[in-house]
């Protein structure tokens, strides 16, 4: 399990903004940006470089 302070936290590094924990994927969402930051051994990796970029069907509608 992630830590749930530790994801309160957490912003996008990119805008700032506050992320959506998406658990079934294990992903970190920001939605302003369109990036998917994983979570690799429960350890948030909040580096542009490794998220994902989302598509339309990645975000909930
Ligand atoms: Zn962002």
Same mark, same amino acid.
């Given at each position: %399990?992630?830590?749930? !302070? *530790?994801? /309160? =936290?957490?912003?996008?590094?990119?805008? !700032?903004? &506050?992320?959506?924990?998406?658990? &079934?994927?294990?992903? *970190? =969402?920001?939605?302003?940006?369109? *990036?998917?930051?994983? =979570?690799? /051994? +429960? =350890?948030?990796? %909040?580096? /542009? +470089?490794? &998220?994902? !970029? *989302?598509?339309?069907?990645?975000?909930?509608?």
């Amino acid at each position: %399990m992630v830590d749930r !302070k *530790l994801l /309160e =936290i957490l912003v996008c590094p990119v805008c !700032k903004g &506050a992320l959506h924990h998406d658990k &079934a994927k294990a992903e *970190l =969402i920001c939605r302003i940006d369109r *990036l998917a930051y994983p =979570i690799r /051994e +429960d =350890i948030p990796v %909040m580096l /542009e +470089d490794q &998220a994902r !970029k *989302l598509t339309a069907e990645d975000l909930p509608k």
